[in-house]
């Protein structure tokens, strides 16, 4: 029999989290699965941030890449995970997987498409804040994908995820680039002339720099790599990893052991 869910709407009190962008998603959790709907552009960019993601852990844990769930044994916590388009995945991969987003409506409809794909995946209402405060064990894997142009102090959330980082382990983000490109594109494009995504979805002011990212995560202790572009083909309507980090972009960063 499935499991009744039961959620408590209100959105929780945390510096990182702003409450219009909490309803800005909450209006269109239902269609988080739809690979025509609302997200649809997170569908086509998907594959190629989990193919980055697999491969950097494999990369950096020194795993066997034929493994069939190369990530088994590993701790992996998704931060802002919406509806679960990265957290189920990489539950597949066989990652222990924690998600956290502060919206209830997203968490309810990644926790019922995960039960109905038969994943586990440990989904919480909350905030990064909200682990550390209780204290919970460090992560081989933080993920922090297409949130921080959401949150209210991005540097400081960042750090946050790096604290939630065991010595040895690894974090990736992904975000937009505050350059006039990407407000062409990630807004006026894909928000104005496309339609691709609802008017108001993105604030070009939250854009966060490569530079910017680094400086946080390097303050919180964690060593960078340079970072990764992720561009748009109009002519395949596929995404690849590129050099052109103007737009999007995926930066990984690592706890040195002690």
């Known amino acids: 029999m499935p499991k009744t869910l039961e959620f408590d709407e209100s959105v929780p009190q945390s510096p990182s989290i702003d409450p219009a962008e909490i ?49 088994t044994g590993l701790r992996l916590l998704d931060a802002g995970c919406g509806g679960g388009l990265v957290s189920e995945p990489m539950g597949r991969l066989g990652a222990s997987v ?15 498409h995960a039960e109905s794909a038969d994943v586990e995946v440990d989904y919480r209402v909350g905030a990064i804040e909200g682990l ?7 992560f081989d894997i933080v ?7 959401h949150v209210v102090d991005p540097a400081r959330f960042l750090a ?13 983000m992904g975000t937009l680039n505050r350059t006039a490109k990407a407000f062409a ?26 530079m910017e990212a680094a400086a946080a995560l390097t303050g919180a202790g964690m060593l960078t790599a340079p970072a990764t572009g992720v561009t748009y083909n109009p002519l395949t309507g596929k995404w690849s990893l590129s050099n052109d980090a ?13």
Not at 143 to 149: G, I, K, M, Q, T
Not at 160 to 172: E, F, M, N, R, S
Not at 189 to 200: D, F, N, S, T
């Open 23 to 71: 309803e800005k998603f909450r209006a269109m959790a239902s269609e988080w699965w739809s690979p025509t709907g609302k997200f649809a552009p997170l569908h086509k960019f998907n594959p190629v941030r989990l193919d980055f993601i697999r491969k950097t852990a494999i990369d950096h844990f020194g795993i066997d890449d034929s493994k069939r769930r190369p990530l």
């Open 98 to 112: 924690t998600g956290v987003d502060a919206g209830a409506a997203n968490i309810k409809a990644a926790t019922v």
């Open 185 to 210: 594109l990630a807004i006026v494009g894909a928000e104005y002339v496309m339609r691709w995504l609802p008017q108001g979805t993105h604030e070009w002011s939250k854009f966060v720099t490569p």
């Open 143 to 149: 993920l922090a994908l297409e949130v921080v142009e």
């Open 132 to 138: 550390l405060a209780a204290g919970e064990p460090s």
């Open 160 to 172: 946050d995820c790096a604290a939630l980082v065991k010595p040895g382990g690894l974090l990736v």
């Open 246 to 258: 103007s737009v999007n972009y995926l930066l990984t960063a690592t706890r040195p052991k002690p």
